[in-house]
Nanobody
Framework: QVQVVESGGGLVRAGGSLRLSCAAS????????MGWFRQAPGKEREFVAA????????YYKDSVKGRFTISREYAKNTVYLQMNSLKPEDTAVYYC?????????????????WGQGTQVTVSS
């Protein structure tokens, strides 16, 4: 069983930055693929970014490429999402997810464990 807990959300103006953290429990963190998803009011949960088990491959939603960066720190069992040049359309609840496999799909159904989410609000 793996538990993931997100933190770092908040209110920021357009053009600003935030860094989200996802702390994962369990001794097998290094073998898990990790992803970030988001859900805006009235919309379906969507893929934002993912990183494979070794940290050698990262994937991004087209609209966040060049602005968001996903990374992982094995010593802290933590995954980060650095978000720069934030836009009002980035406003959503952001969720961290873990997958007990080395690949990282963009489909929510491919992930086994989910956090409770952290709110990100970008004002114009």
């Amino acid at each position: 069983q793996v538990q993931v807990v997100e933190s770092g959300g908040g209110l920021v103006r357009a053009g600003g930055s935030l860094r989200l953290s996802c702390a994962a429990s369990g001794r097998t963190f290094s073998s898990y693929g990790m992803g970030w998803f988001r859900q805006a009011p009235g919309k379906e949960r969507e893929f934002v970014a993912a990183i494979n088990w070794s940290g050698t491959s990262t994937y991004y939603k087209d609209s966040v490429k060049g602005r968001f960066t996903i990374s992982r720190e094995y010593a802290k069992n933590t995954v980060y999402l650095q978000m720069n040049s934030l836009k009002p359309e980035d406003t959503a609840v952001y969720y961290c997810a873990a997958r007990a496999a080395r690949t990282v799909p963009s489909d929510t159904r491919g992930y086994d464990y989910w956090g409770q989410g952290t709110q990100v609000t970008v004002s114009s």
